[in-house]
Protein backbone atom coordinates (compact mmCIF):
# COMPACT_ATOMS: atom_id res chain seq x y z
CA UNK A 1 0.00 0.00 0.00
CA UNK A 2 1.01 3.40 -1.13
CA UNK A 3 0.13 6.43 0.53
CA UNK A 4 0.42 9.79 -1.12
CA UNK A 5 -0.13 13.48 0.10
CA UNK A 6 0.39 16.52 -1.78
CA UNK A 7 1.25 20.16 -0.74
CA UNK A 8 2.09 23.34 -2.09
CA UNK A 9 -0.91 24.43 -3.58
CA UNK A 10 -2.45 27.93 -2.94
CA UNK A 11 -3.14 30.91 -4.80
CA UNK A 12 -1.08 33.18 -7.17
CA UNK A 13 -1.42 35.95 -10.05
CA UNK A 14 -0.78 34.92 -13.67
CA UNK A 15 2.75 34.95 -14.29
CA UNK A 16 3.54 33.70 -10.82
CA UNK A 17 5.40 30.05 -9.88
CA UNK A 18 4.34 27.70 -7.65
CA UNK A 19 5.74 24.42 -5.93
CA UNK A 20 4.32 21.27 -5.62
CA UNK A 21 5.07 18.27 -2.95
CA UNK A 22 4.22 14.82 -2.94
CA UNK A 23 4.95 13.12 0.07
CA UNK A 24 4.85 9.01 -0.90
CA UNK A 25 4.96 6.62 2.15
CA UNK A 26 4.11 2.84 2.51
CA UNK A 27 5.33 0.22 -0.04
CA UNK A 28 7.84 2.82 -1.75
CA UNK A 29 9.70 0.17 -3.54
CA UNK A 30 6.65 -0.87 -5.12
CA UNK A 31 7.09 2.51 -6.68
CA UNK A 32 7.55 2.67 -10.64
CA UNK A 33 6.26 5.65 -11.74
CA UNK A 34 5.47 9.02 -9.90
CA UNK A 35 3.75 12.19 -11.84
CA UNK A 36 0.84 14.92 -11.42
CA UNK A 37 -2.50 15.18 -13.02
CA UNK A 38 -4.97 17.87 -12.86
CA UNK A 39 -8.47 18.02 -13.15
CA UNK A 40 -9.97 21.19 -13.63
CA UNK A 41 -13.78 22.49 -13.29
CA UNK A 42 -15.99 20.88 -15.51
CA UNK A 43 -13.12 18.77 -17.29
CA UNK A 44 -11.10 15.93 -17.47
CA UNK A 45 -8.39 14.27 -15.24
CA UNK A 46 -5.36 14.73 -17.77
CA UNK A 47 -1.71 13.86 -17.38
CA UNK A 48 0.58 16.78 -16.07
CA UNK A 49 3.83 15.29 -15.88
CA UNK A 50 5.53 12.13 -14.93
CA UNK A 51 9.13 10.77 -13.73
CA UNK A 52 10.18 7.40 -13.72
CA UNK A 53 12.47 5.91 -11.51
CA UNK A 54 14.93 5.45 -13.99
CA UNK A 55 14.28 9.62 -14.17
CA UNK A 56 12.89 9.48 -17.38
CA UNK A 57 10.33 12.48 -17.54
CA UNK A 58 7.54 13.33 -19.40
CA UNK A 59 4.94 16.08 -19.77
CA UNK A 60 2.19 17.63 -21.28
CA UNK A 61 2.23 19.86 -24.21
CA UNK A 62 0.37 22.55 -22.51
CA UNK A 63 3.01 22.50 -19.67
CA UNK A 64 6.57 22.03 -21.25
CA UNK A 65 9.22 24.68 -20.41
CA UNK A 66 7.12 25.96 -17.69
CA UNK A 67 6.81 22.99 -15.44
CA UNK A 68 9.63 20.95 -14.36
CA UNK A 69 8.94 17.36 -12.24
CA UNK A 70 11.64 16.02 -10.25
CA UNK A 71 12.25 13.78 -7.41
CA UNK A 72 13.83 13.84 -3.71
CA UNK A 73 14.43 10.36 -3.60
CA UNK A 74 15.73 11.46 0.20
CA UNK A 75 12.14 12.50 1.27
CA UNK A 76 10.26 9.91 -1.18
CA UNK A 77 8.69 12.50 -2.61
CA UNK A 78 8.01 14.22 -6.29
CA UNK A 79 7.96 17.87 -6.56
CA UNK A 80 6.41 19.85 -9.58
CA UNK A 81 8.16 23.46 -10.00
CA UNK A 82 5.28 25.41 -11.86
CA UNK A 83 6.31 28.34 -13.92
CA UNK A 84 4.82 31.31 -15.67
CA UNK A 85 1.25 30.29 -14.47
CA UNK A 86 -1.76 31.39 -16.08
CA UNK A 87 -5.66 30.86 -15.37
CA UNK A 88 -5.97 27.89 -17.36
CA UNK A 89 -3.21 25.66 -15.12
CA UNK A 90 -6.11 26.54 -12.48
CA UNK A 91 -7.26 23.29 -11.17
CA UNK A 92 -6.92 20.00 -8.44
CA UNK A 93 -3.82 18.75 -8.74
CA UNK A 94 -3.19 15.02 -7.56
CA UNK A 95 -0.18 13.04 -7.09
CA UNK A 96 -0.23 9.88 -8.76
CA UNK A 97 2.17 6.79 -8.37
CA UNK A 98 2.13 3.73 -10.23
CA UNK A 99 3.68 0.61 -9.43
CA UNK A 100 5.27 -2.64 -10.24
CA UNK A 101 1.97 -3.96 -10.34
CA UNK A 102 0.49 -1.69 -12.31
CA UNK A 103 -1.83 -0.39 -9.28
CA UNK A 104 -2.77 3.36 -9.48
CA UNK A 105 -2.52 5.11 -6.11
CA UNK A 106 -3.75 9.01 -5.77
CA UNK A 107 -2.92 11.88 -3.41
CA UNK A 108 -6.21 13.55 -1.88
CA UNK A 109 -5.52 16.95 -4.22
CA UNK A 110 -4.39 19.95 -3.97
CA UNK A 111 -6.27 23.56 -5.37
CA UNK A 112 -4.22 25.38 -7.34
CA UNK A 113 -5.43 28.85 -8.43
CA UNK A 114 -4.37 31.23 -10.72
CA UNK A 115 -5.87 34.71 -10.93
CA UNK A 116 -5.14 38.26 -10.71
Known amino acids: QVQLVESGGGLVQPGGSLRLSCAASGSISSIIRMGWYRQGLGKQRELVAT???????NYADSVKGRFTISRDTAKNAVNLQMNSLNPEDTAVYYC??????????WGQGTQVTVSS
Open 51 to 57: IQNSGTT
Open 96 to 105: HALSSTYFNY
